[in-house]
């Protein structure tokens, strides 16, 4: 779980960028802050819960 999480986080980041450079590409940024969200409630409900494993 925790590497789907990575997975995630890092697809986020690269479509936040991708969506910022390229204009024409706008909805990426919006596909990014989704999955951005999407890992942080994932994390937030694993810390919280206290699932610890792999």
């Given at each position: 779980m925790n590497i789907l999480?990575?997975?995630i986080a890092i697809a986020a980041v690269a479509l936040l960028?991708?969506?910022g450079i390229?204009?024409?590409l706008n909805f990426l940024l919006w596909v990014g802050?989704?999955?951005a969200v999407i890992a942080?409630?994932?994390f937030l409900?694993?810390?919280i819960g206290?699932?610890?494993t792999v």
């Open positions: 999480v990575v997975i960028i991708t969506g390229v204009p024409t802050l989704a999955l942080v409630i994932v409900v694993r810390y206290g699932n610890r």
